[in-house]
Nanobody, 129 residues
Framework: QVRLMESGGGSVQAGGSLRLSCEVS????????TAWFRQGPGKEAREGVA?????????YYADSVKGRFTISRDNAKNLVYLEMNSLKPEDTGMFYC?????????????????????WGQGTQVAVDA
């Protein structure tokens, strides 16, 4: 079992920055790929924002965040980060950390929620215009 705990959310003005953290615990060996998802207000769907493999060889971003967000990880601390710059009101939502179990998604599938076996509880991000 893998447990994920997000932190770092908050409220910022448009153009501001936040850094989210995801602490991975439990069966960390099986957690081979970790991604951040966003669920907008009133929306059911979760949108893949960025993903990273344990060895950092496979790193993907949604088009909407390329050039603004950076995903990284510290395997020694079992932490995955999402650095968010130039935030926009449309970035507002609940951000979730998700992990696969012993697999790395194909490039065309990394953004699909059904690729992930484990999920955190989420951290809220609000960007004011």
């Amino acid at each position: 079992q893998v447990r994920l705990m997000e932190s770092g959310g908050g409220s910022v003005q448009a153009g501001g920055s936040l850094r989210l953290s995801c602490e991975v615990s439990g069966d960390v060996v099986s957690s081979t790929y970790t991604a951040w998802f966003r669920q907008g207000p009133g929306k059911e769907a979760r949108e893949g924002v960025a993903g990273i493999s344990k060895g950092e060889s496979f790193m993907y971003y949604a088009d909407s965040v390329k050039g603004r967000f950076t995903i990284s990880r510290d395997n020694a601390k079992n932490l995955v980060y999402l650095e968010m710059n130039s935030l926009k009101p449309e970035d507002t939502g609940m951000f979730y950390c998700a992990s696969t179990r012993y697999r790395i998604p194909a490039p065309e599938n990394w953004h699909r929620p059904d690729e992930y076996a484990y999920w955190g509880q989420g951290t809220q991000v609000a960007v004011d215009a």
